[in-house]
């Protein structure tokens, strides 16, 4: 079946840090591959996509990297910002068969200190 | 989203008691989904709608139900059989073009009295 494995949490670091957060699938084919973030108390939102291999999605400074040889979607972002500390979510939809049903990850918490 | 609306944000129930959680979009996406989410855990999927009329199981049905009567709403009634409901219910949609996102609502937080 299909699968996504986070690093596990929480992830803390100082304000300006390098930041990654791994994910990893196991999929058929080419899935769609997201990350969503959490902030306290509210719904996810969509941070960004990639939908084939080579992709790199982007947005508000995150990147990830659809990388279909290591089957990996690692979250990144040159420098973090108190604003950034969420529970971020990894998520696939597979290409084939369930319409859109998502398959998430369990969610990194990520702590950014001044 | 602004498009996904869900009410209440927050739901006391007592013991035996179904409450029903609304969800309403506007985003005119055909597919609506209910996730329940635990402290510190992923999101599970409740039940799922790709169309009008129709809707499917997800993984953890039981104790819950849906109705699909209209395209713009899906809510999702946690009846009396489960035994734990306490949890953060969230909606989501989207159209139904392969590899399409989905978008939620700011969610409902439901405790038992």
């Known amino acids: 079946g299909n699968s996504v494995t986070q690093m596990e949490g929480p992830v803390t670091l100082s304000e300006e840090a390098f930041l990654t957060i791994n994910c990893t699938y196991t999929?058929?084919?080419?899935?769609?591959l997201f990350w969503y973030v959490q902030y306290p108390g509210e719904g996810l939102q969509l941070l960004l996509k990639?939908?084939?291999?080579?992709d790199k999605g982007s947005n508000k400074g995150f990147e990830a990297t659809y990388r279909k040889e290591t089957t990996s979607f690692h979250l990144e972002k040159g420098s973090v910002q108190v604003s950034d500390s969420a529970v971020y979510f990894c998520?696939?939809?597979?290409?084939?068969?369930?319409?859109?049903?998502?398959?998430f990850g369990t969610g990194t918490q990520l702590k950014v200190e001044l | 989203d602004g498009g996904i609306t869900q009410s209440p944000k927050y739901l006391f129930r007592k013991e035996g008691q179904n409450v029903t959680l609304s969800c309403e979009q506007n985003l005119n996406h055909d597919a609506m989904y209910w996730y329940r989410q635990d402290p510190g855990q992923g999101l599970r999927l409740i039940y799922y709608?790709?169309?009008?009329?129709?809707?499917q199981k997800g993984d953890i049905a039981e104790g819950y139900s849906v109705s699909r009567e209209k395209k713009e709403s899906f809510p999702l009634t946690v009846t009396s059989a489960q035994k734990n409901p306490t949890a953060f219910y969230l909606c989501?949609?989207?159209?139904?073009?392969?590899?399409?996102?989905?978008?939620f609502g700011d969610g409902t937080r439901l405790s038992i009295l």
């Open positions: 990639a939908t084939k291999a080579d």
């Open positions: 999929a058929t084919g080419y899935p769609s």
């Open positions: 989501a949609t989207s159209g139904t073009g392969k590899g399409q996102p989905q978008h």
């Open positions: 998520a696939l939809i597979p290409l084939t068969g369930g319409g859109n049903k998502l398959t």
């Open positions: 709608s790709q169309i009008v009329n129709d809707f």
